[in-house]
T-cell receptor, first 111, second 115 residues
């Protein structure tokens, strides 16, 4: 699986957009980008995924660059409950195997 | 609520003992995954089952074993427990292999404390 690089930590003011970057310069053509988050010792929670087009759901937006070497997860209006560790994962679509979770980005939403 | 149920939530035991962790996947999901999360290691993949068959192994110790039953629930057995086995153990489920989405849904975890 392609390796990802994320900042260790970030802060965001409550109500503002949180933009979490992820570099995946060795991504292959058929590998998807997944985002999960883990709120203090709870089970990881799926947020969003995409291949090459930008994606949006009720939780977040995912912006993938045209060369697919990086992506940004956007939480449009961060709340205190969005404080969590966010993981960016890339993997091919047609395997049922594990996700490799790196160290992720610890996002702190500040009141 | 992810739909994945793990029991027990907490488990306290002594070194040398054996424990069993249980996971019920989301309705209709055929794949079950087990992960271990300790303070200094992050989330580590242990093993994957699909429809009762083992599909992949990660960093799973020989003292650990798992199985998936015909009703698709899974159990993770940890034996000869050591202090270092203290961790959060998560189960996840997904629709199965060969699916483009392959989204895994995680349970709330079992916190194991070995004293």
């Amino acid at each position: 699986d392609a390796k990802t690089t994320q900042p260790t930590s970030m802060d965001c003011a409550e109500g503002r957009a949180a933009n979490l970057p992820c570099n995946h310069s060795t991504i292959s053509g058929n590998e998807y980008v997944y985002w999960y988050r883990q709120i203090h010792s709870q089970g990881p929670q799926y947020i969003i995924h995409g291949l090459k087009n930008n994606e949006t759901n009720e939780m977040a937006s995912l912006i993938i660059t045209e060369d697919r070497k990086s992506s940004t997860l956007i939480l449009p209006h961060a709340t205190l409950r969005d404080t969590a560790v966010y993981y960016c994962i890339v993997r091919p679509p047609n395997t049922g195997n594990q996700f490799y979770f790196g160290t992720g980005t610890s996002l702190t939403v500040i009141p | 609520d992810s739909g994945v149920t793990q029991t027990p939530k907490h488990l306290i035991t002594a070194t040398g003992q054996r424990v069993t962790l249980r996971c019920s996947p989301r309705s209709g999901d055929l794949s079950v995954y087990w992960y271990q999360q300790s303070l200094d290691q992050g989330l580590q993949f242990l093993i994957h089952y699909y429809n009762g068959e083992e599909r992949a192994k990660g960093n799973i110790l020989e003292r650990f074993s798992a199985q998936q039953f015909p009703d698709l629930h899974s159990e993770l057995n940890l034996s000869s427990l050591e202090l270092g086995d203290s961790a959060l153990y998560f189960c996840a489920s997904s629709e199965g292999t060969g699916k483009a989405k392959n989204i895994q849904y995680f349970g709330a975890g079992t916190r194991l404390s070995v004293l």
